[in-house]
């Protein structure tokens, strides 16, 4: 992982070049006031009142200049207003001029990220750029904010050669001894007999990749207890329903939700919130063989209950709600699953808003508000109890996908779910994507992080504050 602490740091007068900062609305009031070099300098490099627009400006010597970047609202920066310079501006040490940078500090450090773990060649030759913050106290907040974005960036775009269950355990490991946790893993017979529909999935899987429930506890056991819960599926081919070419591209990836739910663990003990965290990290591959669950088979599951089998490709949902399962038996205040779980919820919101369902009315509106302070942005959808019907089975209590209609998936996946949640128990199931498709300032193509931000605040907000 990339060293972030020497990339933001406490302000104390040291040299550095300066980052002007304009919005539209004061853009022709700012350009006229300064002198003509700078005026020259803006107009050569057809710098225009839009977002990320940025140009270097002469000083008075040969070596000295400054630079201007085009922000939305200089009163009100956001996590990416500076990010596009962090990766374009040449190495050095850069202030904001007149303000701090907040928010942007986050993005100035995700900005200079890289996976380069498989390049033999072409790594990038640019050193780091520093900048700097007169608020030093928030630097230690921020650069854990970062490190554990970094975290689940490498995790899921690491190759799932070398990101199978085995890997996702060996994660949580280093985490559990770096906060002094405990780690439980549980695989074989007790997988086999405790959590039936994990083993059905992870079953067909080669040898080194068998399936496991992986679980780490932590905190005082009187603070409120708290359960993640992270779909770890580190390859899926679809099973025997299995996927095109094209949809098995990224599936390196359907195990962001154990990524994430890592990465607020170490987030969550590193900031030593007053709760008992029990994260659970159902972890298989889907895979082929003479081993592998068939359609029409029917699962028996933690609860008791049964699933007949419509699908082997909608199989984050079985291993999720053994997870669940697990969780609820302790009782937990909250219960929080994270999970890339169904294609419909991109059609619905694309790939940057997660797709958020809740059972409890102020935890909803607690996360809502979090990821729009963050920046880090949801969408609540309903669980919409008349579709709980397209779940029926003729032969076993439910089916695990439903049939006939290509209507409402992501609803019906979070309706599935919702069966193995206790009474009583505040739950929120967040359907995310983790991947980028295209470059953002601050957000590279490839692993995404998503909810991550958003959950630590409401988290912070319920019960640090």
Not at 26 to 55: C, E, I, M, V
Not at 151 to 168: E, K, S
Not at 249 to 261: F, Q, S
Not at 429 to 445: E, L, S, T, V, Y
Request: aromatic fraction near 6%.
């Amino acid at each position: 992982m990339t060293d972030l602490s020497s990339l933001l740091q406490a302000d104390r007068g040291q040299s550095a070049r300066t980052i002007h900062l304009v919005d539209p609305k004061g853009f022709d009031a700012w350009l006229s006031g300064q002198p003509p070099r700078a005026r020259a300098a803006a107009a050569a490099q057809k710098l225009k009142p839009t977002g990320y627009a940025s140009a270097i400006l002469p000083g008075d010597g040969p070596e000295d200049w400054s630079v201007v970047t085009v922000v939305a609202n200089v009163d009100k920066l956001s996590p990416w207003c500076l990010a596009k310079l962090a990766e374009t501006l040449p190495e050095g040490t850069y202030r904001v001029e007149g303000r701090e940078p907040g928010p942007s500090g986050y993005g100035w450090l995700t900005a200079q990220y890289r996976f380069d773990k498989y390049k033999t060649s072409d790594k990038p030759a640019t050193g780091p750029r520093v900048l700097l913050t007169g608020e030093a106290a928030s630097i230690p907040e921020t650069l854990r904010l970062a490190e554990a974005t970094f975290l689940l960036r490498d995790m899921v775009n690491t190759g799932a050669d070398d990101m199978g269950p085995a890997q996702l355990e060996s994660v949580a490991e280093t985490l559990a001894k770096k906060h002094g946790a405990k780690l439980t893993v549980t695989r074989g017979d007790g997988i086999e007999k405790g959590y039936p529909m994990i083993h059905a999935v992870g079953k067909a899987a080669g040898k080194g990749r068998e399936p496991r429930l992986i679980e780490i506890e932590w905190g005082d056991e009187s603070h409120p207890r708290v359960a993640l819960v992270g779909k770890g599926v580190c390859f899926d081919s679809g099973g025997l329903d299995i996927k095109p070419a094209s949809g098995m591209r990224l599936m390196k990836k359907d195990m962001g939700g154990a990524a994430t739910v890592l990465a607020l663990a170490d987030l969550i003990m590193g900031g030593k919130l007053p709760v008992r965290l029990h994260m659970l990290v159902p972890a298989v591959e889907n895979s082929v063989s003479g081993e592998a669950f068939r359609p029409g088979d029917v699962l028996r599951t933690r609860k008791g209950l049964t699933v007949e089998n419509s699908n082997t490709d909608a199989e984050g949902r079985l291993i999720l709600g053994d997870a669940i399962v697990k969780a609820g038996e302790a009782n937990p205040e909250l219960l929080l699953d994270f999970a890339t779980l169904t294609g419909a919820a991109r059609v619905a919101l694309g790939a940057d808003l997660t797709g958020l369902f809740a059972n409890d009315e102020a935890l909803a509106t607690d996360l809502l508000a979090a990821a729009n302070s963050e920046a880090d942005p949801a969408w609540r959808m309903p669980l919409w109890d008349p579709y709980d019907e397209m779940l029926k089975s003729d032969v076993a209590d439910m089916v695990n996908a439903a049939e006939g209609t290509p209507f409402g998936g992501a609803i019906t996946a979070a309706l599935f779910l919702r069966r193995f949640v206790p009474e009583g128990i505040a739950w929120a199931h967040h359907d995310i994507f983790c991947w980028r498709q295209a470059n953002k300032p601050g957000r590279p193509k490839g692993a995404d992080a998503v909810s991550v931000r958003a959950t630590y605040k409401m988290l912070k907000d319920r019960y640090a504050n």
